[in-house]
């Protein structure tokens, strides 16, 4: 079963520093995503992409968040300057195809900022 | 905006029981439901997923089921087991199949 891999599975950071949640979606599939959960939280969405543009933010992607897709396979989310409350578990998802059947999460990072 | 809720928030039953976990959503214009479960501290594993033209959809002892009319869906579990314990969230697709909405999860525990 084909998986979507995020690396480093926890990271720990300073405040103010920046840092790159790295993704590898599954190899056939256009659509990528991130979502976020807040320790004792829901899971929520953050941002879609697609066709090396975003094609739908929430009002949570923010200017200190940013999204790349820096070669054929993998997919980053990049915090600018951390702040305390971006401590979460950060998903990233992918799909074939926009309405997909197939909408694969990957383990997450926990990212903490101290 | 979609909303979606889960009751209860946590449930603990012993093992055996057949349980139901409860999913609302507020807008009826999804594309599909699915459900997860989460571990403590870990991602998010796929059980069951129902798209919108199904009613149902059964994996194992686990069936899911849909009514959009009512904006609704709910998780049977059959003769829970200590390793169902997790928490177990719904999530709705909306229309344009760009995010997923989801609910605040149901924890739960068999007790041995």
């Known amino acids: 079963e084909p998986e979507v891999t995020q690396t480093p599975s926890h990271q720990v950071t300073q405040m103010g520093q920046e840092v790159i949640l790295r993704c590898v979606p599954i190899?056939?599939?256009?659509?990528f995503y991130w979502y976020r959960q807040i320790l004792g939280q829901k899971v929520e969405f953050l941002v879609s992409f697609y066709n090396n543009e975003i094609s739908e933010k929430s009002e949570i992607f923010d200017d200190q968040f940013s999204v790349e897709r820096p070669d054929g396979s993998n997919f980053t989310l990049k915090i600018r300057s951390t702040k305390l409350e971006d401590s979460a578990m950060y998903f990233c998802?992918?799909?074939?195809?926009?309405?997909?059947?197939?909408?694969?999460f990957g383990s997450g990072t926990r990212l903490t900022v101290v | 905006k979609q909303e979606v809720t889960q009751i209860p928030a946590a449930l603990s039953v012993p093992e055996g029981e057949n349980l139901v976990l409860n999913c609302s959503f507020t807008d009826s214009a999804i594309y599909n439901l699915q459900w997860f479960r989460q571990d403590p501290g870990k991602g998010l594993t796929s059980l069951l997923l129902?798209?919108?033209?199904?009613r149902e959809q059964t994996s194992g002892r686990l069936n899911a089921s849909l009514d959009k009319s009512s904006g609704r869906s709910t998780l049977y579990i059959a003769a829970s087991q200590p390793g169902d314990s997790a928490t177990y969230l719904c999530?709705?697709?909306?229309?344009?199949?760009?995010?997923?909405?989801f609910g605040p999860g149901t924890r739960l525990s068999v007790l041995p």
């Open positions: 998802a992918s799909s074939e195809y926009r309405n997909s059947l197939r909408y694969t």
């Open positions: 999530a709705a697709l909306d229309n344009y199949g760009q995010n997923f909405v």
């Open positions: 190899s056939n599939h256009l659509y």
């Open positions: 129902i798209q919108s033209s199904q």
